[in-house]
């Protein structure tokens, strides 16, 4: 597959009838509701039945990280991430989280290193936003097929699966909204989306998810 060319698919972006800022309050929204109607608060957003806060254990893992833009929102940047957590002040978390940029052509071959920790602290209810991160991404894992140096700010939500019967339940997606620009162009990276879908064994590729690119689970476009 060859590198997508920006210029020919910013275009597509005008067809979006809501922000993706909207779609995600959509979606803690939604969370809100099935909790509440689970038997849990309403004002908790885990997404479960279960209103007890997140746990660092649920977190912990790997997953498959994809950054929409909306240069190339079809063809997102995929990352493999590592996700550490441990018990935080009140019933916050402290998170770290790092990523290695992943081929472009197949979406599970390291094409560059692990990124440095990025440290941010997650709410019970699985909100959190990050500080700035700047990552040089490689040619070989972005649509523009050139190193580009990326300064991001994530907003997004761990879904919790929990339920009574199940209180220690894995975190299997997380996702939101991102806010940036790219150095070499200026270009605006505000209106992008990310999601991330736990990998069970990140030694073997057979187990890498399908490729989402928002809250709502909508599909990257086939390799």
Excluded: H
């Excluded at 190193?147 to 997380?174: R, S």
């Amino acid at each position: 597959m060859s590198p997508v060319k920006p210029f020919l698919i910013v275009g597509l972006t005008l067809a979006a009838c809501f922000t993706p800022e909207e779609r995600f309050d959509d979606f803690v929204e939604a969370k809100k509701e099935l909790t509440a109607d689970a038997g849990g608060s309403a004002g908790d957003a885990s997404g479960g039945g279960n209103s007890e806060p997140l746990k660092a254990e649920q977190v912990v893992g790997s997953y498959s990280y994809a950054i929409s833009t909306p240069v190339s929102p079809t063809q997102p940047t995929v990352y493999l991430a590592e996700v550490e957590a441990t018990p935080g002040a009140g019933d916050a978390l402290n998170v770290r989280l790092r990523q290695r940029p992943l081929s472009i052509m197949d979406r599970v071959t390291p094409v560059g290193d692990f990124s440095e920790w990025a440290d941010l602290v997650v709410q019970p209810t699985g909100l959190y936003t990050t500080p700035p991160i700047t990552t040089v991404v490689p040619a070989a894992a972005n649509s523009f097929g050139l190193p580009l140096t990326t300064t991001i700010t994530f907003t997004g939500m761990f879904q919790n699966p929990a339920t009574p019967a199940m209180p220690d339940a894995k975190v299997e997606f997380f996702c939101g909204t991102a806010t940036g620009t790219v150095k070499e162009f200026g270009l605006s990276l505000d209106g992008s989306t990310f999601a991330a879908s736990r990998i069970p064994n990140p030694a073997d590729t057979s187990t890498y998810p399908a490729v989402v690119i928002n809250c709502n689970k909508d599909p990257a476009a086939p390799l």
